[in-house]
């Protein structure tokens, strides 16, 4: 079974610090992403990679930056925690071999920015 | 922009009953369907995929395709009250040199009523 595991579960944080969200998948797939979920509004991608050390923004990268050193690792980082970053956090991952992009999600990291 | 459609709901069943589930689609030539369960405050979890027209069976559940009219359905029958959920459709997005990224729904609310 794919196994993907973020660091914490919950998470509260006040305004202004930089905060770290680290995500590790133990697949061997090549590909990480990072939503945020909010009632209404869905998942929304903030950044994926596809390599080590490649990323791309997705669609809300803005006040995020991400950081891929081993294929198993993905890290989020909010530069300045704003209240507007308060949100779940999900991280997933997807094999491309044989293009089934299917993706498998870790348990997720519900960030309070006070 | 290209979308993936759901109805909200809820959409609310008796136990035992079929619970049928739909999504719809903007972008011709996605290839890549599915489906996944979010219970409250958990990650999502796949539960099926499909890749080509027709009907796919796993168990309960039973994902049907339709290119042409470019809409995915699910069907849960034999409905459990451990069904209720959100079910979200996803579609992997082809194009701009990066399919690897799946466009999500907004999900549908589900109630199985014992």
């Known amino acids: 079974d794919v196994k993907v595991t973020q660091s914490s579960r919950y998470l509260v944080k006040r305004t202004g610090e930089k905060v770290f969200l680290e995500c590790v998948q133990d697949?061997?797939?090549?590909?990480m992403f990072w939503y945020r979920q909010d009632p209404g509004l869905g998942l929304r991608l903030i950044y994926f990679?596809?390599?080590?050390?490649?990323?791309e923004k997705g669609d809300i990268p803005e006040g995020y930056s991400v950081s891929r050193e081993k294929k198993e690792r993905f890290s989020l980082i909010l530069e300045s925690a704003s209240t507007n970053q308060t949100s779940m956090y999900l991280c997933?991952?997807?094999?491309?071999?044989?293009?089934?992009?299917?993706?498998?999600f870790g348990p997720g990291t519900r960030l309070t920015v006070t | 922009q290209k979308e993936v459609e759901q109805n909200s709901g809820p959409l609310s069943v008796p136990e035992g009953a079929i619970a049928s589930l739909n999504c719809t689609y903007s972008?011709?030539?996605?290839?890549?369907f599915f489906w996944y369960r979010q219970y409250s405050g958990k990650s999502p979890e796949l539960i099926m995929s499909i890749y080509s027209n027709g009907d796919k069976e796993d168990g309960r559940f039973t994902a049907q395709l339709n290119k042409a009219s470019q809409y995915v359905s699910l069907l849960i029958r034999d409905s459990q009250p451990s069904d209720s959920a959100t079910y979200l459709c996803?579609?992997?997005?082809?194009?701009?040199?990066?399919?690897?990224?799946?466009?999500w729904g907004l999900g549908t609310s589900l109630a199985v009523n014992p």
């Open positions: 990679s596809y390599d080590v050390k490649m990323k």
């Open positions: 996803a579609v992997n997005q082809l194009g701009a040199g990066n399919n690897r990224k799946l466009i």
């Open positions: 972008d011709r030539v996605s290839q890549s």
């Open positions: 697949m061997d797939h090549e590909n």
């Open positions: 997933a991952s997807s094999l491309s071999l044989g293009g089934s992009y299917e993706q498998y």
